[in-house]
């Protein structure tokens, strides 16, 4: 089974970026639908932004414009670009990987937008 590891968290002031990675054990990884979630205190867990296979995006409304999914087969990992933070982005962050119908999930990073 895959196994994922996040990084890249961290506290940042409003208006700031953070670049998430995500890096994945499996050399099969290109086969694999990524994902980011988001899970806020006392909040449910929601999606953020996932990404194909075949290199196609989605985005939650509340990120459009601002963050960006991408993926390196050749590095095993997947990216979160964050610009533009706002306060209300604070949340654990967790990665996602996706392959016959069955999802794993990484550890999570907290990120954290205060100023």
């Known amino acids: 089974q895959v196994q994922l590891v996040e990084s890249g968290g961290g506290l940042v002031q409003p208006g700031g970026s953070l670049r998430l990675s995500c890096s994945a054990s499996?050399?099969?990884?290109?086969?694999?639908?990524m994902g980011w979630y988001r899970q806020a205190p006392g909040k449910q867990r929601d999606l953020v932004a996932t990404i194909t296979n075949g290199g196609s995006t989605n985005y939650a409304d509340s990120v459009k414009g601002r963050f960006t999914i991408s993926r390196d087969n050749a590095k095993n990992t997947v990216y979160l670009q964050m610009n533009s933070l706002k306060v209300e982005d604070t949340a654990v962050y967790y990665c996602?990987?996706?392959?016959?119908?069955?999802?794993?999930w990484g550890q999570g990073t907290q990120v954290t937008v205060s100023s």
């Open positions: 996602t990987a996706r392959r016959f119908g069955s999802t794993t």
């Open positions: 499996e050399s099969t990884f290109s086969f694999y639908a």
